[in-house]
């Protein structure tokens, strides 16, 4: 299955986290992108486009491209539909809901990586017919109230179980393990087990 790494508002706001919240997210992606089991044709990372330096995800961009990823920076308002045609267009990435899956990480958990304004999220991807899966490792809760990382990530979990439920969206998957993601891997690599 050909899947979407649709990283959503990634940066976040890294002066209300700590240096752990900071960098997980990152080194997962980072994960994906130097595992030498996946197909990297049947893979694309897309990423909202930000007004703020990010040179954490600038990194994560000339990695990517450096390793044979197709890499495409979205505008946030654009709809599913908009970046398949994008993907189409720019990556010659056909994107469908047929034999496409969508893993979702970003921030807030709670908020626009589940369902907020923004056109493009995990109930969205679930409405448009794709299996979708929140990567809970490439998320993080900035906007949520807490003392700490620990209390924040739990409420933005409880607001996210909140918006599934209210839109009756039990069918996305919540994952914290790389090797259940079930990303497309090279022929070579069915059978070994992934870390």
Wanted: contains cysteine.
């Amino acid at each position: 299955m050909k899947t979407v790494i649709l990283l959503i508002d990634f940066r976040g706001h890294p002066a209300l986290g700590d240096e752990y919240l900071n960098n997980l997210r990152y080194k997962e992606v980072q994960k994906i992108l130097t595992s030498p089991l996946i197909d990297k044709t049947k893979i694309v990372f897309c990423s909202t486009s930000d007004s703020r330096p990010d040179p954490k995800m600038d990194e994560i961009q000339l990695m990517a491209n450096q390793l044979g990823f197709h890499f495409l920076i979205y505008e946030e308002h654009i709809s599913f539909t908009m970046l398949r045609v994008q993907l189409r267009l720019k990556c010659g990435f056909d994107m469908n809901p047929e034999d496409t899956q969508i893993v979702i990480g970003g921030c807030n958990t709670g908020g626009c990586v589940t369902k907020a304004t923004k056109p493009m999220n995990a109930v969205q991807a679930h409405n448009a017919g794709y299996l979708t899966t929140m990567y809970l490792p490439m998320c993080a809760d900035y906007e949520q109230p807490g003392i700490n990382d620990t209390e924040r990530q739990v409420a933005g979990l409880v607001e996210s179980y909140k918006i599934l439920k209210k839109y009756n969206a039990f069918k996305i998957k919540w994952e914290n393990k790389f090797k259940y993601l079930d990303l497309p891997y090279v022929e070579s690599a069915k059978d070994i087990d992934k870390q």
